[in-house]
């Protein structure tokens, strides 16, 4: 089956930077919309960014400037580059995708989660 597979995680102080894979592997036979959300303790998950097939991004309005998403379609990988991290950008970092295996309606696909922690 597909799976999606997150990296990049760590601990930094506020300003510093991280940058986030999540490679997706499998049966796929097409991937449509790739991209990033996060969820902190006690709060609802919300999207960060998202990137098309064709690489048109957007961005939630709190990352917009500091934070790229891309992707390699010929590795199946998104990438988050995230500069100038501040305290609230702690959370858990979700890659998420919409994949088809087979010619059809795609399927939504989450990753593990990697754990972001920016505090001095």
């Known amino acids: 089956q597909v799976q999606l597979v997150e990296s990049g995680g760590g601990l930094v102080q506020p300003g510093e930077s991280l940058r986030l894979s999540c490679a997706a592997s499998g049966r796929i036979f097409s991937i449509n919309e790739m991209g990033w959300y996060r969820q902190a303790p006690g709060r609802q998950r919300e999207l960060v960014a998202s990137?098309?097939?064709?690489?048109?991004?957007q961005y939630a309005d709190s990352v917009k400037g500091r934070f790229t998403i891309s992707r390699d379609n010929a590795k199946n990988t998104v990438y988050l580059q995230m500069n100038s991290l501040k305290p609230e950008d702690t959370a858990v970092y979700y890659c998420n995708a919409l994949i088809k295996v087979r010619i059809g309606a795609p399927s939504n696909y989450w990753g593990q989660g990697t754990q972001v922690t920016v505090s001095s």
């Open positions: 990137i098309t097939s064709g690489g048109k991004p």
